[in-house]
């Protein structure tokens, strides 16, 4: 019996100016022929790297079309111009959208079909995808550390994953000048996705010894840094353990996330809710409704967001930290309201708790079985 089977990024390079190592690292791999993913092409970061990637000897192809979460469509044909390149590696400089575009061009160009085989038709992941670089430039998906690729449907109208151990960026490049010009709603945003990756997988029901030590170190990083980082975002040493935080909870989250994930997730796509904002969300709820299912881990994360423990109960430890993490979210005006999105009377519960169902109900991570009335009732708090 396995009893942990955890597999990680092959090099991660971290610091202020370490994407100069990325024309050498490449060269290490003997790769030649680059498909770079821009968030956009005329960029002065992005105007950097080709200009550093040719003077290195390499061709480089740009693919700039991934504009918000990756689809179907987009993904196919970033497949196809990476084939018809002959590209050898694949480049992403952006943040969860396009990486997670980036790995699963990188797979497919070896492994052939359509996007839609992996996500519905049960394609397996055959052949090892073309060498992967990710360089993140928010503080949140942890799509760099990640096995995870989460594909939008347009025809079906919900989000459902493409996932393979081998989807993992062999090379991982943090590099705090990238996320400085963020504006402080991404830094935001960005933060409390990880966040939540972070508290989700210490408290899945298959988090282990190692993913542990990742999430209580990024919840560590993150929590500490966050509110610099939003206030103010030219602090390169709050922005690199934003990155360090986000990359440490990506790694976590190989064990799944938890209610927070499984409702958020389809609700954003349906309500074009930037993915950040939606877990924010649904973070604290997820908590009260959870805890007494996973009492003991929300004590461990308290502690980590600054509870003193001493002479209180477990529950009484457990509310606190909530209250913790609420401070956190006001301090940087994080949502915490569906209704600030979308109108109550537009909210056509039934048909989201089918979508919930459909995309993400088969999900058995959260430490508390989930149900449609628990998604019914989660939807309701945050109404």
Not at 164 to 191: C, F, N, R, W, Y
Request: with cysteine; aromatic share 6%; hydrophobic share 45%.
């Amino acid at each position: 019996m396995i009893d942990i089977d955890f597999v990680a990024t092959r090099q991660l390079i971290v610091g202020a100016d370490s994407l100069e190592q990325l024309p050498q690292t490449l060269k290490w791999y003997g790769k030649s022929k680059v498909l770079f993913l821009p968030y956009a092409a005329d960029t002065a970061t992005a105007q950097s790297i080709v200009k550093s990637l040719e003077e290195a000897g390499c061709s480089v192809t740009t693919y700039d079309k991934v504009i918000k979460e990756p689809d179907l469509s987009v993904i196919d044909e970033g497949t196809a111009l990476c084939v018809k390149s002959d590209c050898d590696a694949v480049v992403a400089l952006g943040g969860g959208s396009v990486i997670d575009t980036a790995k699963t061009i990188a797979m497919m160009a070896t492994n052939g079909g359509i996007a839609e085989d992996y996500q519905l038709g049960g394609r397996e992941v055959a052949v090892k995808p073309l060498l992967f670089v990710a360089i993140p430039t928010t503080a949140g998906t942890g799509a760099e550390a990640t096995k995870v690729s989460v594909v939008y449907n347009q025809e079906k109208g919900f989000k459902k994953s493409i996932y393979h151990t081998s989807m993992i960026a062999e090379v991982a490049i943090l590099d705090p000048k990238t996320t400085v010009g963020l504006p402080p709603a991404v830094t935001a945003a960005t933060g409390m996705d990880a966040i939540t990756h972070a508290i989700e997988s210490y408290t899945s029901v298959f988090s282990n010894e190692v993913s542990r030590m990742y999430s209580l170190k990024a919840l560590q990083l993150l929590a500490d840094n966050i509110v610099a980082a939003y206030e103010n975002p030219d602090d390169l040493n709050a922005r690199q353990n934003m990155l360090l935080g986000s990359y440490f909870a990506g790694c976590a989250i190989s064990v799944g996330t938890c209610l927070a994930h499984i409702v958020g997730q389809p609700l954003g796509a349906i309500f074009s809710i930037p993915h950040g904002d939606i877990c924010s969300i649904f973070l604290i709820p997820s908590m009260e409704l959870n805890r007494n299912h996973a009492l003991k881990n929300y004590v461990d994360v308290a502690k980590v967001l600054g509870v003193d423990p001493s002479g209180k109960s477990d529950d009484e430890i457990v509310t606190e930290g909530i209250e913790a993490l609420r401070s956190i979210c006001k301090r940087i005006s994080a949502p915490v309201k569906l209704t600030d999105y979308v109108a109550a009377e537009n909210v056509d519960l039934p048909a989201l708790l089918d979508n919930i169902q459909t995309a993400m109900g088969h999900i058995k991570t959260n430490p508390r079985p989930v149900s449609r009335e628990l998604f019914e009732e989660i939807i309701r708090m945050v109404m």
